[in-house]
């Protein structure tokens, strides 16, 4: 168990927090990775426009996570 716990917080990258692990997040690395990740994106682009029909990825940082969020029905219900 031990081993997927440090695998789970120390590695493996979230997509609901754009792809950081928890433990970045919880020591605010969070913001700088994803503005590295931003920076090479955009390099990517400018130098090879034609591979991106849009913008690029979204690298914002997230600013709440929730658990198993609800619906806003339930939380109108209460």
Partial sequence: MLNFVNWYN???RHSAI???TPAQRHRNQDTQVLAKR???YQQAKA???ERW??????WTP?????????????????
């Fill in 47 to 49: 130098k090879h426009p």
């Fill in 10 to 12: 120390n590695e493996h």
């Fill in 53 to 58: 029909a849009k913008e690029t990825r979204d």
């Fill in 38 to 40: 931003h920076a090479v």
């Fill in 18 to 20: 754009k792809f950081v």
């Fill in 62 to 78: 997230v600013s709440s996570v929730t658990l198993n969020p609800s619906s806003s029905e339930d939380n109108q219900r209460g």
